[in-house]
Each structure stands twice: as structure tokens, then as C-alpha cells.
């Protein structure tokens, strides 16, 4: 039977252009759900932007715009990635919506009372990461994560209790209720719940805000902390607080929530959001994959080193089909990666042009010499080392399994040396190797869709010898 998949990516903010590292995300969501469309299931996909921070208050006043045309500027960008990168999401949400801000104010009324107070608060707030911090964490002016925005606060704010959900969430977490992919961050996070969790501040004066964001509901001097807000896209991208049909059917009955977010953003995925939507009574997600960082020919990406790579002019030097392999293929799914374009040409001419490019041009070159026709099939199915890869979003060694297939292709080849055959032997032994090849082409569809399909056509009906997938660089 099909089974129901909503798949999330995280909301950037759109106080710049995307760069690579959203890119990743972007496609190893896309690539889990075209794998999920294949085996028939039923799924949603979403995308969106996060334009109630700070961030893009303080960017827009920079350029000397409202924040308004900033984010409405900055989230067409994000939007474009569908395009350029050839994904496949359902909806693309933008949390300064008038309909997401309904949303959001909803699961904030939903909470239950107990778990939301108001106190006089101090501290320190980095804007960089819209989050507060000790001074012993603030070092010459500088965050953790190296921003030197940092304001300090004082002012009444709405906190949540927490500390009220400490031991729900480490069972939660602890028993898989809420997978966490891969372990490591399962542990990190259950690390983190286990040295103790602190109420956190939810809401922001409207000062300070600048007037930006979401409203409090019933409280016209707040408008909520942008984590809290942001969080919700989740359910206002499926119409909750509105039409809740799709909300009812992939949210509420549905029991694959799945959340792609990177390394960076855990806590509020996997401690904030859950307490939340606990104190709400709304179900949670189910499973979160959480992907690594990129690094740009080894260093850290960064606007001053000015190594930011722009995706969409990789797009146009090397095509969509090249970057999503890359970043499927050469980043570990499961940790860190770098981004190195002369790797990305090594690549290219190994594994595309001399590898899967070479196979298909040989292939179909000797089909043609005895006119092999090979009838329509019907239903094709993953190799089983590529579907338990993936089933665990482990994208990288999926791949790898399809390239052993290309491998061991390419062996047989050279073994049984077809071209030294011809008429009836040439035709029994090109027969088999001609359908692994529509294997290869089916399996790779969630990886390189244009790649497969063109593969796909080639070697349906009578073959034909054509111009190369992949001409080398
Ligand atoms: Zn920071």
C-alpha cells in the first residue's frame, strides 16, 4: 500500500543570495523525495523562506530598502533554486505570509498556559544567530560562531517552560519516537537535553523588532522571537490554520513527518520545536535527517574570505545534472564535505564522461550494429544496496552502489569482449548488459533525472548509437 511522506527542508533566511550549502540540502531532499515518488508512495514536499528575522531588517536597512522589497527580492532567489536545480517541491511558503502569520499565532494560542510566562530579562543576543548567550560564550565581542553583531537586551519577554519537557523529549529522543539520522546527532542532542534544559525567551519588543514580525497574540507590544515563528512553516505549508485538508493528511494521520535541517540549527529542530508542539497537542515530526556543513577547496564558507559559491552560476558552467551529482555523491551524507571545483571536473570526466557517459556510448554503439530492440518494461525496482542506502538518507553510498554496477558493467564487457563478436553471439551477450544498463538509468532517476530519462529512452525500442551524456572537459 502507499504510504504518506511529507518531507521539510529548513527555511533559510533570505538576508542574502543561497550559496551552496542550501543547495545540498535543497537537493538531497529532492533526491529522498523523487526516490519516494518512484516506490508509489504518497508525497509533499515543501520549501520556504524564514523573513521575520532581524537579519533581514538590519540587511535591508544596509541597502537603504524596506524590509519588505529586501525579502521579496531575496526569497524569488531561493525560489529560482526549483528551476536551476531541477527540484520537485509542492510549495514553497514564506513566513511573512499573511496566512503563516495566522498559523503561527495559532500554535502560540494552542500552548498551554502553564508554558508560557512573561519576565524581565537580560542578555546577550547575537543577531548572526538570532540567539541569545552567556558573557562567558560572548569572546572579544564574538559569538561562538564568530559574529560580532551582538546587542545587549533588557526588556520584558514571554518565555517557555522547557524545563517542563526535559524528561518527555530525552525518552522521546531516547526510543527513536523522534528518529534522529545519524546517530551522532541522536547523541548530541540527548547530550544537550541531559545537561539541562533552560526556559527560553519567545518573544521580542516591537522596538526592537523594528516593527518586523509576528504579532503576540493579545499583546501588542511583543511580536514573537523569530525561532518561534519560523518553526511553524512546517504546518502552514500544508494550509494549517486555513484550508486543513492537506494539513489533516499529511500532518495529523500521516506517520512520516520528516524534517531535513543541517547540523547547525538541531536544538531548535529537535528540543524547542518538540516542546512546543507538545504543549500545543499538535503530533510531531517523526524523523529528522540532519546533513553536515560545506567547506569551500577546505576552508569555511565565508562573505570576508569572499569563497561564497553562487549555485546558480555553477548551474550554468557545468548543468544541474553535474551539481546534484556532485553534492549527492561527493559530501558525505552523514557528515562535513567540501566543495572544490577542480574536484567536481575530476569527477566529471571519471565517473560521468569516462564511467556511466563511456558505458551508454559503447553499449548502445555494438546494439546498434545488430538493430537489438528491447521490449518496453514495465516495472523496474531499486538495487537493494541503493533503497537501504537511501532509506537512511545515506545519499553518498548509494550512489557509490550504482557506480559498483557501472563498474562491474564495464568489467563484463572487457571479459566477454562483444566486439569481437557479431550477429546472433554479439546480439545474447549485448541482450543482458543492454537491460542492466536500463537498471543503471532507473536507479540513478532520483540522483540525475534528465541523465536517466535520456537513458531510459535510448535503450527502449530499437537502440541507437547517439551523441555523448557527458563529452569530457
Ligand atoms: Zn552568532
Known amino acids: 500500500m502507499a504510504k504518506k511522506v511529507y518531507l521539510t527542508t529548513a527555511i533559510p533566511y533570505v538576508n542574502a543570495a543561497p550559496h551552496i550549502g542550501f543547495a545540498l540540502e535543497a537537493v538531497m531532499s529532492d533526491c529522498y523525495v523523487r526516490y519516494q515518488r518512484l516506490l508509489g508512495n504518497d508525497v509533499y514536499f515543501s520549501s520556504g523562506a524564514d523573513e521575520n528575522s532581524l537579519k533581514n531588517v538590519q540587511a535591508a536597512e544596509a541597502e537603504g ?26 510549495v514553497f511558503n514564506r513566513t511573512s505570509d ?75 529522543i531516547k526510543k527513536d519516537s523522534l528518529k534522529i539520522i545519524p546517530q551522532t546527532r541522536k547523541k548530541e542532542v540527548l547530550a ?10 519567545i518573544s521580542r519588543s516591537v522596538e526592537r523588532a523594528r516593527g518586523w514580525g509576528v504579532p503576540v497574540p493579545g499583546d501588542d507590544s511583543q511580536v514573537m522571537y523569530v525561532w518561534f515563528d519560523a518553526l511553524v512553516t512546517y504546518l502552514t505549508a500544508l494550509g494549517f490554520a486555513r484550508e486543513e485538508k492537506l494539513f489533516g493528511k499529511f500532518w495529523t494521520t500521516n506517520p512520516n513527518r520528516i524534517h531535513v535541517i543541517g547540523k547547525g540549527i538541531i536544538r531548535f529542530h529537535a528540543v524547542y520545536w518538540i516542546a512546543m508542539l507538545a504543549s500545543a497537542g499538535v503530533p510531531l515530526p517523526t524523523l529528522e535527517f540532519v546533513h553536515g556543513y560545506i567547506t569551500i577547496e577546505g576552508q569555511k564558507i565565508s562573505k570576508t574570505l569572499g569563497n561564497v559559491i553562487d549555485p546558480f552560476e555553477m548551474v550554468k558552467k557545468y548543468g ?45 554503439r555494438l546494439c546498434q550494429e545488430v538493430s537489438l530492440k528491447l521490449p518496453k518494461k514495465g516495472k523496474y525496482v531499486f538495487l537493494k544496496e541503493v ?48 537491460s542492466a544498463i536500463r537498471e543503471i538509468a532507473y536507479n540513478l532517476s532520483p540522483f540525475m533525472p534528465e541523465t536517466s530519462e535520456r537513458i531510459m529512452q535510448q535503450f527502449n525500442g530499437e537502440i541507437k548509437s547517439e551523441k555523448p551524456l557527458f563529452p569530457r572537459l
Open 98 to 172: 499573511a496566512r503563516h502569520i495566522k498559523g503561527a499565532q495559532k500554535l502560540w494560542s494552542l500552548c498551554k498556559k502553564e508554558d508560557i510566562y512573561k519576565k524581565n530579562y537580560k542578555g546577550l543576543y547575537c543577531v548572526g544567530c538570532e540567539a541569545f548567550y552567556t558573557p562567558l560564550e560572548i569572546k572579544d565581542g564574538k559569538c561562538p560562531d564568530g559574529h560580532t553583531n551582538i546587542d545587549k537586551v533588557e526588556e520584558e519577554n514571554y518565555f517557555f517552560k522547557l524545563s517542563n519537557y526535559q524528561e518527555f523529549l530525552r525518552e522521546l
Open 387 to 434: 533503497s537501504a542506502n537511501l532509506d537512511k538518507f545515506r545519499f553518498d553510498h548509494a550512489a557509490f552502489a550504482i557506480w559498483e554496477e557501472v563498474s562491474r558493467l564495464d568489467k563484463l564487457i572487457n571479459d566477454e569482449k562483444p566486439w569481437e563478436k557479431d550477429g546472433k553471439a554479439l546480439k545474447s551477450v549485448i541482450t543482458p548488459i543492454a
Open 65 to 90: 530598502i524596506s524590509t519588505k522589497e529586501l525579502v521579496d527580492r531575496n526569497a524569488k532567489l531561493f525560489e529560482d533554486l526549483k528551476p536551476a536545480l531541477n527540484l520537485t517541491w509542492d
Open 320 to 364: 544541474s545534472e553535474v551539481i546534484r551529482y556532485y553534492l549527492l555523491r561527493e559530501i558525505p551524507s552523514w557528515g562535513d564535505g567540501d566543495f572544490s571545483e577542480k574536484r567536481l571536473v575530476e569527477i566529471y570526466n571519471g565517473e560521468l564522461a569516462n564511467g556511466l557517459g563511456n558505458l551508454v556510448a559503447r553499449v548502445a
Open 192 to 201: 544537550f537535553i541531559e545537561g539541562g534544559l533552560e526556559d527560553f525567551s
